[in-house]
């Protein structure tokens, strides 16, 4: 595909592995020597299906696939291909030394393929995937994925695991193999996608839209019923409040004005505290979602001067932001939890934003994490969300994080509702231009309160990561749907 030199290095590096056979795929004539047949692929559809072209050619046991852009040395293959030689495996993908991860950047696109290892219950294959090189296969494995398919890498992965292939991931490599220069395939600025990646987020969006709604993973109890009546105006709301409004009268943000959103479930121990904070804000109004609970949650917050609004029923994750904010009257709306409290100090940056024209102020929670995308599948979500809506800067800023907040002018046209998704919200409000940014980094990692029979599984997903892969997998499935 490129310069011959390299190609040449590659061929000889491959050589002393005494293979059957080599075979090149190339737009072009090659002479590349003896043992080394070249397959002539004038037009093939997508970076990926000269894979597909090269095995229709191959007649060993064992196919090794391998990149034109590194050289690997012989240990290095040796020691890779050494599970499916000796029957221990029949697919074995490429991953990153666990030794050196560390020292290695993990590359972000990377976060696609941890996720869906853990759609498919492959958790232990972390970042591996039939997407990248080195990777092999047996000639039974090829079978049962298909030649066709090759062209198609995602969609390979996908049914090599479902087929219930012996697939393993090995390291390989050391970090200071010899690599080529292709700016024109990998190249790219720090805020920019690579053809390579817009290639692999093509591959995966195709993926996640064949599968069941949210790919068939829990919702969270979410009550969708209510938030598609919700609205300002609904009188069948039970809304409840203490004080006229507005509760705050403010010159901070001038001339405009702050609602603070605040779902709650049995947060006694916590809301005025919460309270306290924001009224440091001076907010106009403080609508405290009160729903399922059983404690003293609503009364405590009455008591501090805070609208509350009551259902006796849980409503599920995240549809409290919904209910309040078409129930908010404010310029600006300010997300919080009723289990975590942040500083007025902390949380002043996410209003002001607003006032100053953005329209989504997202929390940077990037400087408390050590590995973002390599071991973490709620990581791996928020990264990979936003590389799809070409937003590589917002690295892992998500709205499922917060605090975060909103600007009505901005959002409110296109409807409450879509917040009890915060994933499939954030997707919307990028395609439809608004302005989306990181403003400020508060730690709400350590200060949430752990939840054991949401946090804990003794198998499979716990059902807070359940949930938070089902709800990026529907963002996921929106954006395909958009193509």
Known sequence: MYGTDHLLKLIAACKQLAPL????????????????????????ENLFAWRREAAKHARGSVLLFLGEEQ???LSGLQRFLFPILYGNAQVVLSQHDPRNRRMTKQRPIHSFSLLVNNLFGRSDLREASLLDTPHAMTREALSKIGVELLAQPAQAHKRAVVSGLSIIAQAIGTGTEERMFLPQLHGSLLKELSLYEKLVIAEQLDLVSRLPFRGGLSDGGRRRDITENASGKNSGMPVTQVGKWPLRQTTL???????????????????QQVIREVLRLEPVEIIVVVNGSVDQTARLARECGATTVEFPYALGVDTGRAIGASLSKGDILLFVDADTIMTAHDLYPFVLACECGVDVALNDVSAFLSQPCADNVFVA?????????NRKDLGIGSMVTVPFALRREAVAPLGWDILLCPPKAQAVYAQAGVKMELVHQVNSFTSNRLRPEKHFASSGMPPAVEQIAGDHVEALQFLAKGR
């Open 21 to 44: 056979e080599i075979i090149v795929i190339s737009k072009r004539t090659l002479e590349l020597g003896s043992g080394v047949r070249v397959v002539f692929a004038e037009a093939v």
């Open 381 to 389: 979500c928020r990264q990979a969300l936003n590389l799809a809506l």
């Open 253 to 271: 943000y001038s001339g405009k004005t702050v609602s603070v959103i605040i779902p709650a479930l049995n947060e006694a121990a916590t809301i």
């Open 71 to 73: 050289i690997d040395s």
